[in-house]
């Protein structure tokens, strides 16, 4: 449905933000990360990431930013959002898809998609512009890790998250020259 977009500076979606240069740095999974906006749409993550799918509890941060960078778009709605509007959103991933969808608390807007360095502030899940929007970001060949997986990784929620954890734990493994900053994607 989604996916393989080109992405060029500058959407023909409208109301779409765009930043450049976000740090694409690894943190230890024993540490948050400092985004410049909210919900975040790139920047430092962990080693490992987010797998995509649908989730009813808010996500670490740091997993899905790590997501974005291989090509996911994370869409965030707003916990209390009406069910029905819940389930739209839910109905847009299909397995294989690189969509994340789950509650944040504090947006911006009711729902908030963003990809890697492109967010979008939505009224609702009707919004016309989140379609246009998906099948420009999702998959974009603009990312810095595009076609990197977006599955067999970490599947878990924030309250899941167990600090202690360490990217071996998750499976990722580290190439020996690349150091604490460096891994396989």
Not at 20 to 41: C, F, I, N, Q
């Amino acid at each position: 449905m989604f996916g393989a977009g080109d992405r060029a500076r500058g959407s023909a979606v409208e109301g779409v933000q765009e930043w450049e240069g976000l740090s694409k740095a690894h943190v230890p999974m024993d540490t948050r990360a400092d985004y410049e906006m909210y919900p975040p749409a790139g920047g430092e993550h962990y080693d490992a990431w987010q797998n995509c799918g649908v989730y009813d509890e808010p996500l670490r941060t740091e997993f899905a930013v790590h997501s974005q960078e291989h090509g996911a778009v994370w869409i965030t709605h707003d916990p209390h959002l009406d069910r029905d509007q819940v389930q739209q959103l839910h109905d847009l991933y299909t397995p294989g898809e690189y969509i994340i969808v789950s509650p944040m608390e504090g947006l911006p807007a009711p729902v908030v998609a963003s990809g890697w360095e492109t967010q979008i502030r939505l009224d609702d899940a009707d919004d016309p512009r989140l379609g246009p929007f998906l099948r420009q970001y999702v998959q974009s060949r603009d990312v810095p890790e595009p076609g990197a997986p977006c599955s067999g990784m970490f599947d878990g929620t924030e309250e899941d998250f167990d600090a202690e954890q360490t990217p071996a734990d998750l499976g990722v493994e580290r190439e020996e020259d690349e150091g604490a900053q460096g891994a396989m994607p």
